[in-house]
Nanobody, 120 residues
Framework: QVQLVESGGGLVQPGGSLRLSCAAS????????MGWYRQAPGKQRELVAA???????NYADSVKGRFTISRDNAKNTVYLQMNSLKPEDTAVYYC??????????????WGQGTQVTVSS
């Protein structure tokens, strides 16, 4: 089994910053792409940012220039640095990883989600 544990969410004022972390643990052989998704009330879950094992990144247009995704392969951890936050960034943020387990299977795993609220 593989577990993803997120941390770093909270309440921040518009224009502020937060850094999310997601650590993967368990029966991991290797991790391919890692990413962050978010889901606001009444909306579908959407991709925020993703990063490959080689470090290539892609971002949703709405966060380009404000958010930065990074990963530490030695720690099986992915980060999301969020700057210049806006009220429309308010959502539950979920970590996602494509993992090859020690048993040889490859699956996508999700974290439990962390709430980010941007409000004055």
């Amino acid at each position: 089994q593989v577990q993803l544990v997120e941390s770093g969410g909270g309440l921040v004022q518009p224009g502020g910053s937060l850094r999310l972390s997601c650590a993967a643990s368990g029966s991991i052989f290797s991790i391919y792409a890692m990413g962050w998704y978010r889901q606001a009330p009444g909306k579908q879950r959407e991709l925020v940012a993703a990063i490959t094992s080689g470090g290539s990144t892609n971002y949703a247009d709405s966060v380009k220039g404000r958010f930065t995704i990074s990963r530490d392969n030695a720690k099986n951890t992915v980060y999301l640095q969020m700057n210049s936050l806006k009220p429309e960034d308010t959502a539950v943020y979920y970590c996602n990883s494509n993992v090859r387990t020690n048993l040889g299977s490859t699956q996508r795993y999700w974290g439990q989600g962390t709430q980010v609220t941007v409000s004055s």
